[in-house]
């Protein structure tokens, strides 16, 4: 038992300070899951651990300023809370980071397949949306997904009018991508509502990107009728 407990130690001592893990986080035989559950419960009442909620926790940091430990940072319970629910973040928090609305939510949403009741973790305030594409599996791929919620969401973006949302987001992401990328974003958005697709195709036809607007088109039913909230001609 006390070298299988070393082990466990020794696994929990190679994961970083304040990032949060999980039972999955340490490799062990099924059979052992309650000498582990005991191993981490002892280790949080000497504070070596911080049970972030059940079966959740992070090694504390001790700050360089004396001020005791740091709180466990944003973005480790931003990828904590995205991999728990196999999802991305999403919504105000973002489109707040990409420079479209000067407002700060109170509340982070998370897109997911799955989507579960709004909670809270931590201070955090979680709000659940369903998403379109399965949870994207690297950056590049995230951000052009971000872009499409983004145009999918105009309408509602604090701070600022559809069209001006339509501009900024044609201006500081649409129109800077690559053609290869601009063409993948293309391609994800037809997995999106026709309204997306609509949107899309007319900053693609602002950009001069006729083929791919064209191709959005096509998707789209001809007696579909939009009620845009925008100009598609630059303000």
Do not use: H, W
């Given at each position: 038992m006390q070298s299988f407990k070393s082990n466990i130690l020794k696994k929990i001592e190679a994961i970083p300070e304040g990032k949060i893990f999980t039972f999955g986080d340490i490799s062990f035989p099924v059979t052992k899951f309650a000498n582990v559950a005991v191993i981490l419960?002892?280790?949080?009442?000497?504070?070596?651990?911080?049970?972030?909620?059940r079966g959740a926790y992070y090694r504390p940091k001790l700050s360089n300023l004396g001020l005791g430990f740091?709180?466990?940072?944003?973005?480790?319970?931003?990828?904590?809370?995205?991999?728990?629910?196999?999802?991305?973040?999403?919504?105000?928090?973002?489109?707040?980071?990409?420079?479209?609305?000067?407002?700060?939510?109170?509340?982070?949403?998370?897109a997911s397949t799955y989507p579960v009741r709004a909670?809270?973790?931590k201070k955090l305030a979680v709000q659940c949306v369903k998403s379109y594409i399965d949870r994207p599996s690297d950056v590049q791929t995230l951000y052009l997904v971000q872009i499409l919620d983004a145009v999918k969401d105009m309408q509602h973006i604090p701070g600022v009018t559809p069209q001006t949302a339509f501009d900024k987001i044609n201006r500081l992401h649409v129109s800077v991508l690559s053609l290869k990328d601009?063409?993948?974003?293309?391609?994800?958005?037809?997995?999106?509502?026709?309204?997306?697709?609509?949107?899309?195709?007319?900053?693609?036809?602002?950009n001069n990107k006729?083929?791919?607007?064209?191709?959005?088109?096509?998707?789209?039913?001809?007696?579909?009728?939009?009620?845009l909230s925008y100009k598609t001609v630059e303000q």
């Open positions: 419960s002892n280790l949080t009442k000497e504070n070596k651990l911080v049970r972030v909620e740091l709180p466990v940072y944003q973005d480790e319970q931003f990828l904590y809370l995205t991999n728990k629910l196999n999802g991305y973040l999403t919504g105000m928090y973002i489109y707040n980071k990409m420079s479209l609305t000067e407002q700060v939510p109170a509340t982070v949403t998370i909670f809270k973790f601009q063409k993948k974003l293309v391609s994800l958005s037809l997995k999106y509502p026709p309204r997306v697709r609509k949107s899309l195709s007319d900053m693609m036809y602002r006729r083929d791919l607007a064209e191709q959005l088109v096509g998707t789209i039913c001809p007696t579909t009728r939009f009620n």
